[in-house]
């Protein structure tokens, strides 16, 4: 499928044969190979596409792998993949047991720093570059490509603080293409647009104000002038700096057109872009649609309601709140640490704010967490969205953790309701009176209910259902493994099915001790399933209740072992994962 120049490709060597003509042509097949892949296998489009003439560029002229290459978040890496090896296996990309969507050391020497999520390639590559002064390889190049959101968090920031009072041979690629996952947002943003529009960079520059050598901007798309500029800069000593100005989604119209959409569209035309109809006619709505149109609901019949993402707001469906209140809906990029204390901020002043966070990124924000909120005990509410096993986006993205890393922080409330309408009306009881800090978790994709836009009720905190009674083994699950679990029941012989009763228990803090007390007191066995880290998550928080109600019976604990889980679709890891229905279901067997 490949085109001519590009089946010869096995490794940057190869490229460094070319002559620039071919180059050219050679970013063309790189970018069809590209379209033609993710059209049927998917993944992330646009930011791939966007760099191709980069992503030459870079391997052209620079002696990678001696040469140290950092991708930021990763997701643009599919040309670097390519170009390094992993031509004939591009199209296990993001599948189970193919290659990660993201770079990987263990895939490949290519790979200098694996990564996934956003900000990191400044850090990793300084790193890198102060060890190689150390080690007296003063030769060395060090690369840290990282796009105009990236840039924007934190730590970014850090990195650079740091680089620009140190010797260190760095030099950042800034990919400027203007926007996220959503438009780029921020003060930054504004800045990086005068930039380009030659606002005079040399008097009232502030990478220079950083002690780095800024360079650019320069066409990301000509491949001539970013050849020039590199050959230029491996000469240049020190922290550099070089704002490249690119389109993401750049060779495929619709992808050019439609950048939101185009960031990872799904099956579609590899030829025109058109996106494969998909039926969703009949299908119960996404987890993060009855979150954003929820939240709008609520905000219309309270004032003091206040929506916040960091970077993700149609992922998390935020959007329908900034829509309908844009005044009161803020999207602060990708800032996850400053998202929750800015939350903290606001709960302060009397206002009931809900932060929607992807569980996975909510991770950089734990000291917020403890120190801003739950320390001063601010009734804020983090809807946790993509909780569990994301699927093909692998290691990096799985929310399994926050229920081990929450549970143990003090006022923590959590709760991960096993339907769209307990996420409804725990969405609506967080805004009544909340006392405490509340995380609600709920998975990726779709719900299970056919009508999900009940009449509000209000949910007891702490309070699980008995869904079914049994006479001889509990099964008490979490959030969406009730699903699984009502299912694998399903699947047992009518005089087995009497013998399991199953609890959905909704809290796994404050857990539901009334009901375990009776647990307790009906069954010998109890199996406890969770779609989380098993480690330290809400089985572990059922076996400290039952150790100190001294339960005699067995507890089994289901949930994400303890070793990373890579990628593959949801279904496949679950099944690793040994929290299946078919994997429930067996264990039932074998149990009753
Ligand atoms: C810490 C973190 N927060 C959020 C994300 C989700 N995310 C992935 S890519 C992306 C946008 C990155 O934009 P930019 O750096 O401009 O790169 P581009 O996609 O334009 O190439 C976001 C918000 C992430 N990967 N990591
Ligand atoms: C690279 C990255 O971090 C995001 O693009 C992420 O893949 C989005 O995940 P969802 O598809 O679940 O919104
Ligand atoms: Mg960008």
């Not at 572990?540 to 990628?567: H, T």
Request: net charge negative; hydrophobic share 40%.
């Amino acid at each position: 499928m490949a085109g001519k120049l590009l089946n010869n490709i096995n490794s940057p060597n190869d490229l460094r044969k070319l002559s620039p003509e071919e180059l050219k042509h050679l970013a063309g097949e790189l970018r069809k190979f590209i379209i033609d892949i993710v059209a049927t296998k998917e993944g992330h489009l646009g930011a791939s596409l966007g760099v191709v003439e980069l992503t030459i560029a870079l391997h052209y002229a620079f002696n990678t792998p001696e040469d140290l290459l950092v991708w930021d978040v990763g997701h643009q890496a599919y040309g670097h993949k390519i170009l390094t090896g992993r031509r004939e296996i591009f199209e296990t990309n993001r599948r189970l047991n193919g290659i990660s969507g993201f770079p990987k050391r263990e895939e490949s020497i290519y790979d200098t720093f694996g990564t996934g999520h956003s900000s990191t390639s400044i850090s990793a590559a300084l790193g890198m570059a102060i060890a190689s002064n150390l080690k007296g390889e003063t030769e060395k190049q060090h690369i840290a490509v990282i796009g105009d959101a990236s840039i924007a968090s934190g730590m970014a920031f850090e990195g650079l603080n740091h680089a620009g009072v140190s010797k260190a041979n760095l030099l950042v690629v800034l990919n400027d293409n203007a926007i996220g996952i959503d438009p780029s947002v921020g003060a930054l943003k504004q800045y990086l647009t005068k930039a380009k529009v030659g606002y005079k960079p040399a008097q009232n520059n502030m990478i220079e104000a950083l002690n780095f050598k800024y360079f650019g901007p320069v066409d990301g798309h000509d491949l001539d002038s970013l050849l020039k500029t590199f050959s230029e800069l491996k000469e240049i000593p020190g922290p550099k700096f070089l704002h490249v100005i690119t389109k993401k989604g750049k060779g495929l119209k619709k992808a050019e057109e439609d950048q939101v959409k185009y960031h990872a569209p799904g099956k579609f035309q590899p030829d025109t872009g058109e996106l494969l109809p998909y039926d969703t006619e009949g299908l119960p709505l996404k987890y993060q649609d009855v979150f954003g149109l929820t939240l709008v609901e609520l905000a219309k019949g309270n004032e003091k309601i206040i929506g916040i993402t960091p970077a993700m707001p149609t992922g998390s469906s935020l959007k329908y709140m900034m829509e309908a209140f844009p005044e009161k809906a803020f999207d602060v990029g990708i800032a996850e640490q400053h998202a929750v204390t800015l939350a903290a901020g606001m709960a302060t002043q009397g206002f009931a704010v809900f932060c929607a966070i992807y569980s996975t990124f909510l991770q950089r924000a734990y000291d917020q967490l403890i120190h801003d909120v739950a320390i001063q005990n601010l009734p804020v509410v983090f809807c946790l969205d993509r909780a569990g096993l994301v699927g093909e986006d692998g290691a990096t993205h799985h929310g399994i953790f926050d229920i081990a890393y929450l549970r143990c922080i003090p006022n923590m409330l959590i709760a991960a309701p096993s339907n769209e309408v307990q996420l409804r009306n725990l969405l609506y009881t967080a805004q009544l009176d909340l006392k405490h800090p509340l995380a609600i978790r709920y998975p990726r994709g779709r719900g299970v209910k056919a009508e999900w836009d009940l009449p509000f009720e209000e949910m007891k905190i702490g309070k699980g259902l008995c869904l079914d009674s049994g006479s001889k083994i509990a099964i008490l699950s979490i959030g969406p493994m009730a699903a699984n679990v009502s299912e694998a029941i399903e699947g047992l012989d009518p005089s087995e099915k009497e013998k399991v009763g199953h609890y959905d228990m909704i809290f796994v803090k404050p857990l539901d001790e009334k009901l375990l007390q009776e647990v307790f007191r009906r069954y010998k066995t109890v199996i406890t399933v969770e779609d989380g880290a098993v480690r330290g998550g809400f089985g572990s928080a059922v076996l400290e209740f039952a150790s100190e109600m001294d339960f005699k019976g067995k507890i089994r604990c289901l949930g994400v072992p303890d070793n990373f889980i890579e990628q593959g679709n949801v279904s496949e890891l679950q099944e690793i994962s040994g929290i299946s229905v078919q994997n429930i279901l067996a264990l039932l067997k074998t149990l009753v």
